[in-house]
């Protein structure tokens, strides 16, 4: 596993944030307060037996200045293959993927799109920027299957990241999305910059993928995560452990209810 | 995916007096159900072992397998894991198995062979070999 950073990130966000802060390059306050972490996720439709959408909301809640990350890992039940199904039925290879953005990959290597939000503190105050995101499958990585974020902050920063994740065997109920995330430099001398939320949905309902059929491309919606026809006594569990730069953890547990999955059948 | 898809399961091993069997396995197996990320499936065993075999296999970090082989002389029942590669539509995956028990001439069966196969993800068929060494 390891993380990457596109060739124009850190520094267009850097920069970018510099000018928002109108040249104000305050060093941030000192000592950090523990972290916390929060997370909801839903099942859209949810139904049993069904393809299923995965709606991930995690916000990283600490006062400021907020920490930047060294680690994240997203916990999901073993239950729900991600990559079992047709979701990433293509790969995009860093290389591609800095190059063009995912518009620059297959659209077979698509699976989830979602948003990212990061803070860069200053002692004036916390500048907030957030960032579409794409989850794309990329190619095997040290005998892992390996997903990249990819976050896309259009307007004002015009800054890309990319953050490699892999899938890894994890206690049971579980297994998990673990993503090495790069320092973020802001200024010199000023704390990276943090991400603070992320926001992702594997197998959104616009998914396209294409294939050919009698020398046409077809496009269809890709088979992706399918519920189990009985849910786990207590619901779907997830789960988030996040690990920051400065040494402190935090985790939140969560679990989908199955009476939600079967009031929808 | 739902929808069924043929299967092989092939066996090619070599079957000895003393009650050994040695060599290499096949099998394809066929959709039956989707159970989250774990697929039932079943199939015909061709080679030595002539019979079916049905079993699920669990598609997640590593694959996990479990099934059992009905033949004429007896059943074999084994677990195994193996770890996936590649991207694409096709996916392979190598990994062990281990027997978990048997019945009939094969009741006291036992071996660790290897375990190879590749996935079909857009018809969740999938074909797979054994190779090794199992006593009975």
Redesign the interface.
Known sequence: MRAMRTGRPAGRLARGLVVALSLCACLPAGAQAAPAVRMHVALEPGRL?RPTAVDIDIQIATPPPPPPLSTLAILY?????F????L????CSQSELEAGGPAGCPANSRMGDGSARAQAPFASGTISETGRLAVI?G??LA???QLLFYVENSRPLNAQLAFSSV???ASAPY??IQLAVPPIPSIPEASDIALVSLHVTLDPSGLRYYEMSHGRRVAYHP?GV?????CPRGGFPFGVQVGFVAGARAEARTDVPCAAARRRR | MLATVGAMLTIGATAHAAGVLDGKATARLHLVQVEGSELNEEGPVSGVLTGTARGELHLGAIFIASFTIHTRSGSITGRGTAIPHGTGRYQSFAGSFTTTGGSGRYAHISGRPGLYGVLDRRTDSVVIQTTGRLTY
């Open positions: 037996g039940p073993s239950q729900l293959g990559t079992s199904g047709e990433g039925l293509e790969a499958r190619p095997e005998g892992h299957t899938l890894l065997a297994e998990q088979t399918i519920l189990p026809h009985r």
